[in-house]
Structure formats: structure tokens, C-alpha cells
């Protein structure tokens, strides 16, 4: 069995005790699965999302927006 590591997205420090490890999200992968995204527990709510999808969405958006109707 291995053990994972899990790193506090906020601080960007190793999380060594277990029961402090909150799931805040998770991340796909390109190629297979993705993984879990781990914060402290005293650090969930200073975890910004992932600004990405929002991006794209907005692109889009705005692309639709400006053509012309035919």
C-alpha cells in the first residue's frame, strides 16, 4: 500500500496529520483519472476555485454575443 501525500492548496505545505485533511475539490487529469484537492482544516473557505472554466464560459459567451444574427 502506498501512502499519499496530500498538500494544503492555500498554504502549499505538507498536511501530516490525516484528520486534518479536508476535501475542498477535485481536479481531472488529461489522461485518466484526476485527483482529490486538499486543504487544512482550518483553510477550506481561503481556497479560490479554479478560475478556468469560468474563463472559457465567458469566451463564449461573449464570441455568441458580438456575432452578427443570420
Known sequence: ?????RV????DRLITEPEDAVPVGYELGMFGPGWIVWAHSEHPLH???DAM???ILARLLITRALQPDD
Open 1 to 5: 500500500m502506498t501512502l499519499a501525500l
Open 8 to 11: 494544503c492548496r492555500c498554504c
Open 53 to 55: 472554466p469560468r474563463n
Open 47 to 49: 481556497v479560490e476555485p
